[in-house]
């Protein structure tokens, strides 16, 4: 039985209703949930080539896409089912067939608190100015936190927020500020030129989907420098390998001077990964959260100092609010939010984790 309009948007309906986050469908097989982090075969009949390409039809909204279907490789886009979610979708090919990622975002913005964050985050989102990253691996919710900071701002601050996301994931209302959402492709070329003209648009705030080269990176910093607070999302895995990332993205006799631009104006990183809650019902972020201060300062500037950064992290758990990822999730733990399985599978240090179980975290608030 061919796959229909109708079916398409109750499969998507039935995902949203049950926190699905992707939604995979491939030719020749059965559609597929990411639920809680796990694939699971939904019980349907396998898809066609003409059901996908149905889909494609669905979901494209520019004409000209549409009719290279056949020699489509591969595309970015976005919609929304109204009163439902909206809709991140790639379409690409494999072995010479066709394929759909589905990525569900709520139409609901998340607060700090609906994402279970810790209360830091929310003072991060209040910075002045500086160079606020977000970071963890594909699916690690890095769009969730950044909109749930961007909302705790609108609802608190009149400032313009300017964001450049590849393609619009949650759309923004304005309450308190005034928000303008820019779309890569559809109201701009791409990234770098909407950077360069982003500074000309008085924004307060600006949102990088992503620091994707050497040049995002430069005008970023650029735009902290100037006095303003910018955000955006690297994919590595904690604040050593971030600082890491952007540095080795330019050439090696520009390196001494963006170590210290990035020094002198990060703010904070915020890294994540998505952790099984025991209710069964969902996923917690486990976060290591760096604000930087003299010591992390030093410890970017100078290269053999770098690994320090860690003890830094630690150490501000009591003061400014940073913590370590094995801090979090003895916390996460002893809260019973998540098990004694998912914390040790997902300890950074799982020697560390074995120690703040035994011995107690000595950076605990009193």
Do not use: W
């Amino acid at each position: 039985m061919a796959l229909t309009r109708d079916t398409f948007i109750n499969i998507i309906k039935s995902a949203a209703a049950s926190n699905v986050s992707d939604i995979h469908l491939r030719t020749d097989e059965k559609p597929y949930f990411r639920l809680r982090g796990d694939l699971i075969q939904v019980k349907a009949e396998p898809l066609t080539n003409e059901d996908l390409i149905m889909v494609c039809q669905l979901m494209i909204k520019d004409p000209e896409v549409q009719e290279k279907l056949s020699s489509l490789k591969e595309y970015d886009g976005s919609f929304s089912l109204p009163k439902v979610c909206r809709v991140r979708y790639n379409i690409l090919r494999y072995q010479g067939k066709l394929g759909i990622i589905l990525r569900i975002i709520s139409d609901k913005i998340p607060t700090t608190e609906d994402l279970k964050l810790p209360p830091v985050i929310n003072k991060i989102a209040s910075a002045n100015a500086g160079l606020i990253l977000v970071t963890g691996a594909t699916g690690s919710g890095k769009s969730s936190t950044l909109a749930a900071m961007i909302n705790y701002i609108n609802k608190n601050s009149a400032v313009h927020i300017l964001t450049l996301e590849d393609p619009v994931e949650y759309v923004h209302n304005p309450i308190k500020a005034r928000i303008t959402q820019r779309e890569i492709g559809q109201d701009t070329n791409d990234f770098n030129s909407a950077l360069r003209s982003a500074l000309r648009q008085d924004p307060d705030i600006i949102l990088i989907g992503e620091m994707r080269d050497a040049e995002t990176i430069s005008i970023a910093l650029k735009a902290a420098e100037t006095g303003h607070l910018v955000f955006g999302t690297v994919h590595t895995t904690d604040a050593l390998s971030t600082i890491g990332r952007l540095i080795s993205m330019f050439p090696p006799e520009e390196q001494n001077v963006v170590r210290t631009r990035i020094a002198d104006n990060i703010y904070a990183t915020i890294s994540q990964r998505l952790l099984k809650t025991t209710d069964g019902k969902g996923r917690v972020a486990a976060q290591e959260i760096m604000i930087n201060n003299p010591g992390i300062r030093d410890s970017i500037l100078d290269p053999l100092k770098t690994k320090e950064m860690y003890t830094y992290i630690e150490k501000g758990k009591n003061g400014s609010g940073a913590q370590s990822f094995d801090q979090h999730i003895t916390r996460l733990y002893k809260d019973g939010v998540i098990t004694m399985e998912e914390a040790r599978g997902n300890a950074t240090r799982p020697e560390d984790f074995e120690r703040n179980l035994m011995f107690g975290d000595t950076d605990e608030d009193e």
